[in-house]
């Protein structure tokens, strides 16, 4: 039951928060990942360690995946499913920054059910289970209910601007604001703080999979950057871009897109 396995959700990422903030992301031992996959650092590895131990010593019958372990295709064998994503943006980590986050979810049968993205520099946590809503800090927020593409603000990388990528080649001229976090942007729109995400890039299940329900739960929509719903626990875990917003700027957005 997806409200079973939120409280384990909360209280894991809390602890992984104390693990990570134990470590000065500047002086942190680092290293870059082979082909370009970006750096990682000893605190990533400690979180992981930590959380895997937490979550599946609490549920030993679900699988595992998680930016910062070897993937397997054991966890397809699995009807549940721990998506995780120790620290979701690693540069920011190192940097001295706040904006990283922890990313937590349980998928079921490819459909997530508990959701928690934590930034625990500015203790901001976020949360939701399938039809429980989605909190900050405990309490309900809700995505934007704007209407206007022209006027919304949109949190996306100068890449996704680029002409090529929009009906007729034109991009629609939206706001444009940035978060190196994939999931604290996700979270950010389901605050309402910001009308909608967008990613065209192909997309790493552990960075979406917990913004995501949250986001739908904060009355909002995510989906893929044809407008096609999210599955996640796939053979391979990557998603075909990422869009996510209120309903209305959300479909104007995928029907812009090329």
Partial sequence: ?????????????????????????????????????????????????????????????????S??????????????????????????????????????????????????????????????????GATLNGAPINASSGTDLQNATVL??????I????????????KRSYRPSLAYRLALVAQGRFDAMITLRRSWEWDIAAGALIVSEAGGRCTDRTGSALRFNNPDPRLNGVVAGGATVHGALTSALA
């Fill in 163 to 174: 002409a090529s990528n929009w009906k007729g080649s034109v991009c629609p001229q939206f």
């Fill in 67 to 132: 930016e910062e372990t070897e993937d397997t295709d054991a966890r397809l064998g699995h009807d549940h499913v721990f998506i995780i994503d120790p620290i979701d943006g690693t540069r920011s980590f190192v940097e001295g920054s706040d904006t990283w986050a922890h990313a937590l979810a349980v998928a079921e049968r490819g459909i997530v059910t508990a959701a928690v993205v934590y930034l625990p520099m500015l203790d901001r946590l976020y949360a939701a289970s399938l039809h429980g």
């Fill in 1 to 65: 039951m997806p409200a079973h396995d939120l409280p384990l959700l909360i209280d894991a990422a809390r602890k992984a928060g104390q693990v990570a903030t134990g470590y000065a992301g500047a002086t942190a031992q680092r290293w870059d990942k082979p082909d370009g996959a970006g750096p990682v650092t000893e605190a990533d590895l400690a979180v992981n360690d930590l959380l895997l131990t937490t979550l599946r010593g609490a549920r030993p019958g679900y699988g595992w995946l």
């Fill in 156 to 161: 996306a990388a100068k890449p996704a601007l």
